[in-house]
């Protein structure tokens, strides 16, 4: 099985920044896209960001300018780096990873457990 583990959410001030990480782990042979999506309260899961394998990126028009992602293939971890975080930024982020091929299975998606981001006015 392939497991995502996120690290790096909590609570931060309006205009502060947090960097989250994100490890897939399980004989993993490939990862085509790693991605992050948010989920506020009463809302539906959202794209964030997300980065192919070669390191194409694609934006939230909410976040572009301010948040990055980033990608080491070799350590199947991706990162989203926020910077001037502002209250409509609070969701819980989640992790996700695109057809995952490990050494027996694929994956089409596959999702963490989520981590909570909170910014305060």
């Known amino acids: 099985q392939v497991q995502l583990v996120e690290s790096g959410g909590g609570l931060v001030q309006a205009g502060g920044s947090l960097r989250l990480s994100c490890a897939a782990s399980?004989?993993?042979?490939?990862?085509?896209?790693m991605g992050w999506y948010r989920q506020a309260p009463g809302k539906q899961r959202e794209l964030v960001a997300d980065?192919?394998?070669?390191?194409?990126?694609n934006y939230a028009d909410s976040v572009k300018g301010r948040f990055t992602i980033s990608r080491d293939n070799a350590k199947d971890t991706v990162y989203l780096q926020m910077n001037s975080l502002k209250p409509e930024d609070t969701a819980v982020y989640y992790c996700?990873?695109?057809?995952?091929?490990?050494?027996?299975?694929?994956?089409?998606?596959?999702w963490g457990q989520g981590t909570l981001v909170t910014v305060s006015s």
């Open positions: 980065i192919t394998s070669g390191g194409r990126t």
């Open positions: 996700n990873a695109h057809d995952v091929r490990t050494t027996r299975h694929r994956f089409l998606e596959v």
């Open positions: 399980g004989s993993i042979f490939s990862i085509n896209a």
